[in-house]
């Protein structure tokens, strides 16, 4: 990895599920006992070749059936903070799926409890600050993420905000309103994934009817020029993850990633791993993969860095001491 994929960074985009590397996949079946459906990891590993998101969401949600104890969660969350602070990743906002787990007969509090320990420890350990951001499973439909936002609340877990995520066409994000209205009331951040595979109107949606500070991908905006000006007029953050977006077919080869046009136009982008394990590169392999693939110079790899600490939940201090480290000549 080049030095400038290592310059400091925020991570916007990461599912900490999708940070649950094969090995760790057989290490925590054989810990908990729990049968799985592949015969070793380069068998796992074989299948990482996914044709949408459908395809790679099938496997994800398979092999998370091996979490399952407090220590399974900070275990996950504590290796992936060592491999991001490893590649310059100095504050992380962490994407995790409670229906996942709840669905499986694990209680909120042992997902929410083992994560939250492996950020407190990170910080003191690595150096990486951050927060948990609870994704509600679109597919699963607004009555079970409203269900679900009650159980974070009840139980209340230290989250910064919430999410969207999982199955995207389909499950506009109008149905979600009541639970993002609810979240918003009492202080939480909101974002969503919209415009991966979803059209342009689900990205408006997130806007409009989610009033979202950030989109997750958001991609498909590019098809709708009046779009693209609001987002660049309201310089609406779009939390972009290059590799996932060749691995799931969005996007054709990485030569044809539209990041290069989508700075130009003056889009807030930012560069993320959504899922690592699974799409072939953490963070730093992400801003390496549009350094080589569309030519980008250490200078844009700064300015996607720039925008990611301008993009995160963090306060100004906190914010303005990261820039100034951005903007420390490397020696
Ligand atoms: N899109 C939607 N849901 C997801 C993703 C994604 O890229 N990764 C994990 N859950
Ligand atoms: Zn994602």
Request: hydrophobic residues 45%.
């Amino acid at each position: 990895m080049s030095g400038a994929a290592v310059v400091p960074k925020a991570e916007l985009h990461i599912h900490i599920e999708g940070t649950l590397e094969a090995e760790m996949v057989f290490d925590l079946a054989s810990r908990n006992r729990v049968p799985v459906p592949f015969a070793d990891v380069e068998d796992l590993r074989a299948r990482y070749a996914f044709s949408d998101l459908g395809s790679f969401l099938e496997l994800y949600y398979s092999c998370m059936a091996v979490l399952r104890s407090e220590e399974d969660f900070a275990d996950l969350a504590n290796a992936y903070l060592a491999r991001a602070a490893s590649e310059g990743v100095r504050h992380a906002e962490i994407f995790f799926d409670p229906q996942a787990h709840t669905a499986r007969g694990v209680p909120l509090a042992v997902v929410v409890d083992g994560l939250s320990a492996a950020l407190r420890t990170g910080a003191r350990r690595y150096g990486v600050s951050g927060g948990l951001i609870a994704c509600f499973l679109r597919d699963l439909g607004p009555e079970a993420a409203m269900a679900t936002f009650d159980q974070l609340l009840e139980h209340q877990s230290p989250i910064i905000g919430i999410g969207l995520d999982s199955a995207e066409v389909g499950y506009p994000p109008a149905m979600f309103s009541d639970v993002y209205a609810r979240a918003r009331a009492v202080g939480l951040h909101c974002v969503a994934h919209a415009g991966e595979e979803g059209p342009p109107e689900y990205v408006r949606q997130a806007l409009d009817i989610l009033h979202v500070e950030r989109v997750d991908h958001g991609v498909r905006s590019l098809e709708d020029p009046a779009l693209v000006a609001r987002l660049v007029d309201d310089q609406i953050p779009l939390t972009v993850c290059p590799l996932s977006n060749v691995r799931l077919r969005v996007v054709g080869r990485m030569e044809d990633h539209p990041i290069a046009g989508m700075l130009d136009a003056g889009l807030a982008v930012t560069v993320n791993s959504d899922d690592p394990a699974y799409f072939g590169g953490y963070v730093g392999a992400n801003y390496s993969a549009v350094a080589s693939g569309l030519g980008f110079d250490d200078e844009t790899l700064r300015r996607l860095a720039r925008n990611s600490f301008d993009a995160a939940f963090m306060d100004q201090s906190l914010r303005r001491r990261y820039l100034d480290e951005l903007s420390r000549p490397v020696s």
